[in-house]
């Protein structure tokens, strides 16, 4: 007979899933309620407005999609675009190359504007792409994973505002751990996760989608091209703003995740989000700090790293597999790159509950000793 399930403890600080609060696991234990229960419809209403102080926007379309991040943002890409539309996408790494390709699969004619990877986009380059042929929508990512860049979006979301089109953003990795202000930036649509600094298990992809892009929406010319991912379906489950419809079923959605996703929230606001970003900000000027003391450095530039997401040279002679392997067997588990970065850095997060001192020291100890340094 097979045994029951006994996962080890690792501590876990690659680029996500983080480890979840404690008191987000054990709300997603509590008992099940069903998908259209009066209990869980007022579980829907206060994740959405915890989410949208969570986004800082007033935008009624803000739910988490049930999928991983990818598919919110897959949900944001089918909804907005239609087939033939211009897409400028900003591509600063692994993650901004995805956009691309999600913006492909949606039909679009994509104009990639590349920076190499480590660097970010001056917001100049995103003007002349627009000076040079209007586009319907402009898509970013915030924190890019794989280089532990920070791409700064407000004077962008000004100039993309300015040109008419739709600013999408992938704040997959900095929502929860930096400050990302969907209103203030004119951001009109923004998707994450839950499992990195939110502190909850993967399994959602919370959405933000303002009003401009709902428009665009309402006046496509073909149907979005998912029936699971149409907004306009979904929120009829979700709830309209105006009311009209009735609340209908859509598809049974994740409840447990959803409760998860309701306490990581709670959880974010009781901290406060000014706090939240200084802790995660500590954490890494700390790690960056005990980093230096045993010879290791940061592979990004100073000038735009992220707080949440440390990518980190691998120093010459050292193999990169082994020491990932070693770190492992200590319980703890960090990343290796991506493409270009393969084998030249690692990749470790500090996020949500793991972006505090007592981690950053046992992280940083173990590392010297499995490196003798
Ligand atoms: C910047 C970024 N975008 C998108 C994704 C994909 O998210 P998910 O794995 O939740 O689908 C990730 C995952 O690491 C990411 O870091």
Known sequence: MRAPLDPPEILLLGPGPSNPHPEVSAAMAAPLVSHLDPFFITVMEETMTDLRALFR???????????????????????????????????????????????????????????????????GRIATELERRPAKLVALVHAETSTGAAQPLSDIGRIVRDSGALLMVDAVTSLGGMDLDVDGWNIDAAGSCTQKCLGAPPGLGPITVGPRAIEALHHRKTPVASWYFDLNRLFQYWGDEDGTRTRAFHHTAPVANIYGLREALRLIHAEGLEDRFRRHRDAHELFVRRLDDIGLSLFTPESHRLPMLNVVTIPDGVEDAAVRADMRDRGIEISGGFGPLAGKVWRIGLMGANANPTVVNRLVTNLAEVLGR
């Open 57 to 123: 926007t007033m935008n009624h379309h803000t739910v988490p999609i049930s999928s991983t991040g990818t598919g919110g943002l897959e949900t944001i890409m089918f909804n907005l675009v239609e087939p033939g539309d211009e897409v400028v996408v900003g591509v600063i790494g692994h993650f901004g190359q995805r956009l691309a390709e999600l913006a492909h699969a949606a039909g679009a004619v994509v104009r990639p504007v590349e920076a190499q990877w480590g660097e970010v986009l001056d917001p």
